[in-house]
C-alpha cells in the first residue's frame, strides 16, 4: 500500500467532526493511530472531501499532509498546486458557485422538492464551488428535471446522511447531503488524477469513506472501505456494493484504523 483515500465527516471524523471521539463520544486515539500506521509505513494519506478548499486546506496542514481534494472532487491540490476539475466551468471574475446560481438550477431544484430539500444551513455558505443541499430526493428523478431543463452540465452528488434538519424536513425518514456541483466533478476523478501525479496503481491504494459518492472511488482503486456507521444508518448502501468493497466492524476512525491496520497486514502476509 502506498496511498490511503479517507474521507473527513462521518469517516476519520467521529461525531461533531471531532478527529479524538469515538460513535459513543468518548475519547479515542484509533483515527490518529491509523495516520500514525501509514506515516510508520511510507504510506501518503491524501483527505477526498466535501468541505470548502479552505477547510480542507487547514485540515491537511494540521494532519501534515502533502495532498488533499476538496468540494466534492471539484479540485485538487498537490503540494501547494491546484488543480480544477470542472470542466468548463472554471473560476474567473464570479466564482464555479457563482455561475450554478446563475443557471437557475439550485432555484429549479428547491422549487420541485420544496419539503424535501433544502440548504444545509449554515455550512452551505462561503463555498466556492458546490451548493451544499440536505433532505431526501430521487437520484434519478433529480437528474432527469436538470436534462430537461438544459441543464444536464450539472448534477447532485450524494455525500451520505446527515443529522442537521430544519422542521421542514421533520417528515422525511432520513436525511442527506447533497452537492450540485459540475457534471465532471467527482471524488473518483480526483482520486484517479491524484494517482496519476504520484504514479500509484489501483493495487497501490484504497480508500476509506461512507457515502455512495466516496463509495464510486472503488473505480479507481484496488479496495474501498465502508466505515460501519454508514451501513448503519443507510443500509441502502449494501445495495450498491461493487466487488472490491469491504465494510469495517469499526465506525467512524475505528473503520480507518481497521482499513489501514488490515491492508498493511495482508500486504505483508
Not at 494519506?45 to 468541505?51: A, I, Q
Not at 485538487?76 to 470542466?87: A, F, H, S, Y
Not at 458546490?130 to 433529480?142: I, N, P, Q, T, Y
Amino acid at each position: 500500500m502506498r496511498c490511503v483515500y479517507v474521507d473527513l465527516d462521518g469517516t476519520l471524523l467521529g461525531p461533531g467532526a471531532s478527529l479524538l471521539r469515538d460513535a459513543e463520544g468518548a475519547f479515542s486515539l484509533r483515527a490518529v493511530r491509523a495516520l500514525e500506521a501509514c506515516h510508520r509505513a511510507e504510506v501518503e494519506v491524501v483527505l477526498f472531501s466535501g468541505r470548502r478548499q479552505a477547510q480542507v486546506f487547514e485540515d491537511a496542514r494540521l494532519l501534515g499532509l502533502r495532498a488533499y481534494i476538496f468540494e466534492i472532487g471539484s479540485g485538487v491540490v498537490i503540494d501547494g498546486e491546484t488543480e480544477w476539475l470542472t470542466g468548463d466551468m472554471v473560476p474567473g471574475e464570479r466564482t464555479i458557485h457563482d455561475q450554478i446560481t446563475d443557471s437557475g438550477a439550485p432555484a429549479l431544484l428547491l422549487e420541485r422538492f420544496a419539503g424535501r430539500l433544502e440548504y444545509h444551513d449554515p455550512w452551505h455558505r462561503d463555498r466556492e464551488v458546490s451548493h451544499l443541499l440536505r433532505g431526501f430526493v430521487d437520484a434519478g428523478e433529480v437528474e432527469a428535471l436538470l436534462g430537461e431543463h438544459g441543464l444536464d452540465h450539472l448534477r447532485l452528488v450524494d455525500n451520505g446522511t446527515v443529522r442537521s434538519r430544519s422542521a421542514a424536513l421533520a417528515d422525511l425518514p432520513l436525511v442527506r447531503a447533497y452537492h450540485l456541483v459540475p457534471a465532471g466533478a467527482s471524488k473518483s476523478r480526483a482520486v484517479a488524477r491524484h494517482m496519476q501525479a504520484r504514479g500509484y496503481a489501483p493495487e497501490d491504494c484504497i480508500a476509506v469513506g461512507d457515502s455512495r459518492e466516496d463509495m464510486a472511488a472503488a473505480d479507481v482503486v484496488g479496495v474501498f472501505w465502508l466505515v460501519a456507521n454508514a451501513v448503519e444508518r443507510d443500509p441502502t448502501l449494501r445495495e450498491d456494493l461493487r466487488p472490491n468493497v469491504r465494510i469495517a466492524e469499526g465506525r467512524y476512525g475505528e473503520g480507518v484504523y481497521e482499513a489501514v491496520v488490515t491492508t498493511l497486514a495482508e500486504g505483508r502476509s
